[in-house]
């Protein structure tokens, strides 16, 4: 998940992507593959969405990088399989 939807879910009442795209005057569909990873914003969008979340415009890159998830172990761990040559 992206910080990006991790923001807009975590208002109070979460915010719909076709409520944050009207305040972006961007495309739901747009917001939905920005927070997939699916399409890379322009700086203007960028800085959109920033202020609409209170984000400095010199962070704003920070809603596109990924939120831990909390329930993923940090290290993958070791597999223990042997392997035949």
């Not at 910080?3 to 939905?32: G, K, V, Y």
């Amino acid at each position: 998940m992206r910080l990006l939807q991790f923001a807009r879910t975590n208002q109070h009442p979460p915010l719909s992507q076709a409520n944050l795209a009207r305040m972006a005057r961007m495309r739901q569909q747009d917001i939905s593959l920005i927070e997939v990873g699916r399409l890379q914003p322009t700086i203007d969008q960028l800085h959109r969405l920033a202020r609409i979340f209170g984000v400095p415009t010199a962070k704003a890159e920070l809603l596109l990088s990924e939120v831990p998830d909390p329930l993923r172990p940090i290290v993958e761990p070791e597999s223990h399989e042997t392997v035949v040559a």
